[in-house]
């Protein structure tokens, strides 16, 4: 027996229905907010996510899966999906383009950390990126979009966080202040701390270690180091959410485990049994991250949600994935006309099933009952003479005879039956 690689996972029917449905709505959400959908390569050179994540990242450092081809060159999975998309506007010039530069996607992302609930090596995202514009206006929009598709999920006790990292002119003299509170405190800090400490100081802020995060309390508080710009950005966005009717809470703390932030941003925060990885979707505004990588200035602002921490949350009910009819037959004739039935119904969505085995009445009857099926279509002698069927509500047992053209309505309302 060979098993599956440790930190991947098997997509199951029926999780991956409730994936569909999922990429299904935020697909109608992002369009109708004028995003269009870009589909990325999996794999991309090593320099990308160096250059644009950051050398001193625990993604770069610990956790990508690099290696060497043929030709020598460095190749990477895709550790997250905000990079590609970068390299996918510059590299296609889309950036001479007059429509709008927002774009959408999704696939897996892949990084090898310690596999626990809702964060596997192989994960998938989905997210969205928009281009060229810097107001706090664009910053209250994308959060909007989030808002709107969590709420679209029907996903509950869920709260958006804002704050400000600052930008290339005052987070410096944060990140020295930070240093020095941090410093004082070394002997109290985790490993992992301990040597964030001179690389990436604000990693610390993130720390889910339960002595760091009791340091973190009398920590320095970014906001109080923000330029005038990064503050006056800060405020009109919070002006803006309330215009939005996007309901969110401040985290000083907040921070982004990429270098390539600067002022807006924010998190999805559940508190539905994730656990410390409580943060289903993150982003925030990189106005450097293109010029970085590229060397052509321009501003972007977008976010990534964890299809994986979704799935989590939705996935309450056990019960399996249940076919809205089955069509049960007696006789030849009736055969051809459940599978005339069969084809009509599932051409218009609803999901069917028959017994491939023409067994008798009871075998598929018990069939029906064993996939859960919500209603038996039965079409005997009788039925096909007078072109109508019975339906039976497998759920209270109550059946009547309807005309077959009727079959479609009550399916779509089976409280009448």
Not at 84 to 108: C, I, M, W
Request: some cysteine.
């Amino acid at each position: 027996m060979i098993n599956i690689v440790k930190g991947f996972k098997d997509i199951l029917p029926k999780e991956a229905a409730i994936r569909g449905d999922i990429l299904l709505k935020a697909k109608r959400i992002f369009e109708s907010n004028g995003f269009n959908e870009i589909i990325l390569p999996i794999l991309e050179k090593t320099e990308l996510f160096t250059r644009s994540i950051g050398e001193a990242t625990d993604i770069v450092q610990k956790e990508m899966y690099t290696f060497t081809d043929k030709n020598g060159d460095s190749l990477s999975l895709r550790p997250e999906g905000t990079a590609s998309v970068v390299r996918a506007f510059v590299e296609n010039n889309l950036f001479n383009k007059s429509t709008p530069h927002k774009y959408y996607y999704s696939g897996p992302m892949f990084r090898r950390e310690r596999p626990q609930k809702g964060r596997l090596r192989q994960f998938y995202q989905l997210g969205l990126e928009f281009f060229g514009e810097d107001s706090p206006l664009a910053d209250a929009h994308i959060i909007y979009i989030l808002h709107k598709f969590l709420s679209e999920i029907n996903l509950q006790n869920v709260v958006i966080e804002i704050n400000s990292v600052g930008c290339e002119f005052c987070r410096p003299k944060y990140e020295e202040e930070l240093t020095k509170y941090y410093t004082k405190n070394i002997d109290n800090l985790c490993e992992d701390c301990s040597s964030r400490l001179s690389k990436n100081p604000l990693r610390l802020l993130d720390c889910k270690n339960e002595t760091c995060s009791q340091l973190k309390t009398d920590a320095p508080v970014i906001v109080e180091y923000l330029c005038s710009e990064c503050l006056e950005h800060h405020n009109r966005l919070k002006d803006f959410l309330k215009i939005f009717n996007v309901n969110f809470r401040e985290n000083k703390f907040m921070v982004r485990g990429l270098d390539y932030y600067t002022k807006t941003v924010f998190e999805a925060v559940s508190s539905d049994g994730l656990g410390s990885q409580n943060a289903v979707g993150a982003g925030g505004r990189y106005n450097n991250l293109v010029e970085q990588i590229t060397g052509k200035k321009f501003h972007g602002i977008g976010f990534a949600l964890g299809v994986e921490r979704l799935v989590l949350l939705l996935n309450q009910d056990e019960s399996e994935i249940a076919p809205d009819f089955f069509i049960v037959t007696l006789g030849e004739s009736s055969l051809n006309i459940g599978i005339k039935i069969y084809l009509e119904l599932t051409q218009k969505g609803f999901r069917g099933e028959f017994d491939y085995q023409l067994k008798g009445f009871k075998h598929q009857l018990k069939k029906a009952d064993k996939y859960k099926s919500k209603f038996c279509i039965i079409i005997g002698e009788n039925e096909v003479k007078s072109n109508k069927v019975i339906v039976k509500n497998m759920l209270t047992g109550v059946q009547q005879e309807i005309a077959a053209e009727n079959i479609e309505g009550v399916l779509n309302e089976p409280y009448k039956l």
